[in-house]
């Protein structure tokens, strides 16, 4: 192989350059997704109305206190998971162009602070899905049981994605130190 090509493989086979690619890709899909909600705004109020009011899930006496139905708190919880989904894509995508600026120039001060954003922004989607979705949403709430709203797969997806983007951004490099000797 070529030295031109050792190199290009170097950079492009690197942890860096795929941490920076998935910061790259989530960032866009959590933007593409927070503007959803905020120009579909009936249809994804809803669901998180029918989720928190649990209006079409399984009732029982002992659950049925949870049930917020509050139109100011639930435009509020609304708001805030929009938010949310806001700063998680900002922060990717803060990752994702200091991760390709660093890749640019292999400058390693620029690699750490990418990793670190890239850490934080997949760590809030932690929050968002695993912690209000499926825990709070989920078993809180009994989404996992409502006729209408079950967005459990979409979280679970979403936690997922943000676990891979931990553990790459986590994993030691001393494997590709070692390949390179």
Do not use: P
């Not at 009011?53 to 509020?76: E, F, K, P």
């Amino acid at each position: 192989m070529s030295l031109s090509g050792k190199r290009f493989l170097d950079m492009a086979g690197s942890r860096e350059t795929a941490v920076t690619v998935l910061a790259t890709i989530t960032g866009l899909y959590y933007l593409i997704v927070a503007v959803t909600n905020c120009i579909d705004t009936d249809t994804n109020r809803r669901g998180v109305e029918a989720v928190l009011s649990m209006q079409a899930t399984i009732h029982h006496s002992g659950t049925d206190w949870r049930a917020i139905t509050n139109g100011t708190v639930l435009l509020i919880a609304y708001i805030l998971v929009v938010i949310w989904e806001y700063l998680i894509a900002f922060v990717l995508l803060a990752a994702a162009g200091t991760g390709w600026w660093a890749l640019a120039g292999r400058n390693a001060a620029r690699t750490a602070v990418a990793a670190k954003l890239s850490s934080l922004g997949w760590t809030m989607a932690v929050l968002l899905f695993a912690g209000g979705f499926l825990t709070i949403g989920g078993e809180w709430f009994r989404m996992w049981a409502n006729k209408q709203v079950n967005a459990s797969s979409a979280a679970l997806q979403n936690f997922l994605l943000a676990a891979v983007g931990l553990i790459l951004v986590h994993m030691s490099g001393r494997a590709e130190t070692r390949a390179a000797d």
